[in-house]
């Protein structure tokens, strides 16, 4: 069951009209978008709500109904709720098929994104798709056995296949392409790290053993002239 509702400034008369199934919550959602730090979300209503104040505005449910109509959602999410049929997804690519972004357009984007900053998360996954995307399963199956050969570099590789050296790297070391066959290089340098740390630690033991055996000698020497003397 569905309601239509209306939220009303009382000041100057003008009105908003929704769709929702459950009204309590959507007034609620309304007020936390208003007041909420995330201008995404904040349309005209929610500007004019944190405007002139919650006492301003009234809202009422006054029918129900069965969503069997034109409605594409259940009310709430905007264009953004509405699921595509693949059908329609194929007419609009289509549509746009071949289309090309005047200057002027690219100008506004341009403008629009200014200032805007992705993550560095975000950068990561999106130079690690772009790369990705390049290559096959096949290719990188390539990378991983002619860089054990040794003879390749990692910027070898990257020149040969058209990517970033970075993105050989983490081929190399099994960080992308899980799903496919993990050679030894992880796990040389596994061993070569618990051989360095090992190793530390054994000269470290070697070195306490003969500090002691030292001490040792010094309080034997000691205790000897004390029994000559006495």
Same mark, same amino acid.
């Given at each position: 069951m569905y309601y239509v509702y209306m939220i009303q400034n009382i000041k100057n008369g003008k009105v908003y009209i929704g769709k929702t199934e459950y009204p309590k919550?959507?007034?609620?959602?309304?007020?936390?978008?208003?007041?909420?730090?995330?201008?995404?979300?904040?349309?005209?209503?929610?500007?004019? #709500? %944190?405007?002139?104040?919650?006492? +301003?505005?009234? *809202? /009422?449910?006054?029918? +129900?109904?069965?969503?069997e109509g034109y409605n594409l959602t259940n009310g709430g999410e905007g264009k953004s709720g509405a699921v595509l049929s693949q059908e329609t997804k194929d007419k609009i690519g289509k549509?746009?098929?071949?289309?090309?972004i005047t200057t002027e357009t690219r100008h506004k984007l341009s403008v629009a994104n200014k200032g805007k900053r992705h993550r560095e998360e975000t950068?990561?996954?999106?130079?690690? /798709? +772009?790369a990705i995307s390049k290559l096959t399963e096949i290719q990188v199956v390539e990378i991983r056995e002619k860089y054990q050969t040794s003879q390749y570099t990692f910027s070898e590789l990257a020149n040969e296949y058209g990517v970033g050296r970075n993105c050989i790297m983490n081929i190399v070391k099994n960080k992308t392409w899980k799903h496919l066959p993990m050679f030894p290089y992880t796990y040389?340098?596994? #061993?070569?790290?618990?051989?360095? %740390?090992?190793?530390?630690? *054994?000269?470290? +033991?070697?070195?306490?053993?003969?500090? #002691?055996?030292?001490s040792l000698k010094k309080n034997w020497r000691k205790n000897t002239i004390r029994q000559k003397s006495n």
């Open positions: 919550d959507r007034w609620q959602r309304h007020l936390r978008d208003a007041f909420g730090n995330d201008k995404r979300y904040q349309q005209y209503i929610h500007r004019a #709500i %944190k405007k002139h104040g919650v006492d +301003s505005f009234t *809202f /009422n449910a006054f029918q +129900s109904f069965e969503n549509a746009h098929l071949g289309k090309q950068k990561a996954k999106i130079r690690g /798709n +772009s040389k340098k596994q #061993i070569v790290k618990l051989t360095q %740390k090992w190793l530390v630690l *054994f000269m470290q +033991s070697i070195l306490i053993t003969k500090v #002691i055996k030292q």
